[in-house]
């Protein structure tokens, strides 16, 4: 069970080749390192797993790092294929697409704003004209109004007139009414 010594009977006969018999005891120096050193084996084979734990990490961080610096090194190779397809192809027919059309959206543009700045012109000259008439109108409101005004005193001196006369009318009326009513009550 040692691995790498040569085993001994411990506590029996030596071998018979010699041709006496030699007992070991405990006693003995030699014997009692060897039964020792077999425990230590012993023990370390059966209860001290920390080289196989550590033989197995070493593995696996080896096999972990060999994979992701492969996973990386691909990442990183795909990464360059597109930047160096990017610089050698996209840019150069973007930049050429954009000088193309770019002079067409800037007179497109121009175009707009001048059709823009005459809308704006026609609606500030029909907001004056509207605002001029409104302020003719307002001035003829107010010419109006002041007339209105000029003539109100002789009208309600009018009425007042007529308001005078319909009363002595009535009280005339209601005079003869009495009269009348004065001769009915005599019989």
């Known amino acids: 069970m040692s691995g790498g010594g040569t085993e001994t009977p411990v506590g029996s006969e030596t071998a018979q080749g010699g041709g006496s018999k ?7 120096a030699g014997s009692a390192h060897l039964i020792i050193k077999d425990l230590g084996e012993i023990h370390s084979r059966l209860l001290d797993h920390r080289p196989v734990i550590q ?18 090194m691909r990442v990183l190779e795909n990464l360059k294929n ?18 193309d059309n770019l002079s067409q ?3 497109r543009l121009q175009a707009a ?12 000259e029909r907001k004056k004209i509207h605002n001029d008439h409104l302020i ?10 002041e007339d209105f005004m000029k003539e109100q005193p002789s009208k309600r001196a009018e009425v007042d007139e007529e308001h005078r006369k319909a009363m002595e009318r009535l009280k005339e009326q ?6 009348d009513l004065a001769k009915f009550s005599a019989f």
């Open 174 to 179: 209601y005079a003869e009414m009495e009269k």
């Open 55 to 72: 033989g197995e990490t070493r593995y696996f961080v080896k096999e972990f790092e060999e994979k992701r610096g492969l996973r990386e």
């Open 136 to 145: 003719a109108s307002e001035k003829q409101h107010l010419l109006q109004w």
């Open 82 to 99: 597109m930047v160096h397809e990017t610089n050698e192809h996209t840019l150069p027919k973007c930049r050429e697409t954009m000088q």
């Open 105 to 107: 959206v800037l007179q």
């Open 22 to 28: 030699k007992r070991d005891s405990l006693g003995n």
């Open 113 to 124: 704003n001048d059709s823009v700045y005459r809308l704006q012109q026609r609606e500030q």
